[in-house]
């Protein structure tokens, strides 16, 4: 079992996911390549798998999030921007650009998904 566990943390992510293309998902990083948007429709249709994932896994399948914020009681929040905005110039400016925000409960599992285009606040 222990031998099973080390040859899965050692694979690489899945280059898709239901028809999501990860890898240029992952590779439009902040979406300043408007390539996100692009794939917003295929994102949409897999969200729903996409719940009840840890937090590790969607970082793994989706990338580093663009904005990682920690809210109250354990609670987190990855948001990847999905078009082009301030944020591409600095990511600490506010940004109106489109975003999918993941919230994940306190014991890390992915609880919802909204989207948002307006700049952020304290989440």
Known sequence: ML???GLM???SPPDKFGALDLNKWR???GGCNNVRSTLQKDFKAIQGQLKGKFADDIGELLGRPDIHQLGERNVKF??????KGPQC????LKSKAEKVILKFNAVGLLSEITYQD???SNL
Do not use: N, Q, T, W
């Not at 990855?78 to 078009?83: C, F, K, Q």
């Open 3 to 5: 031998l099973i566990s």
């Open 9 to 11: 943390a050692c694979s």
């Open 27 to 29: 590779g439009d990083r």
């Open 78 to 83: 990855y948001v990847y921007y999905l078009e």
């Open 89 to 92: 110039e600095d990511m600490k």
């Open 118 to 120: 307006r700049p952020l």
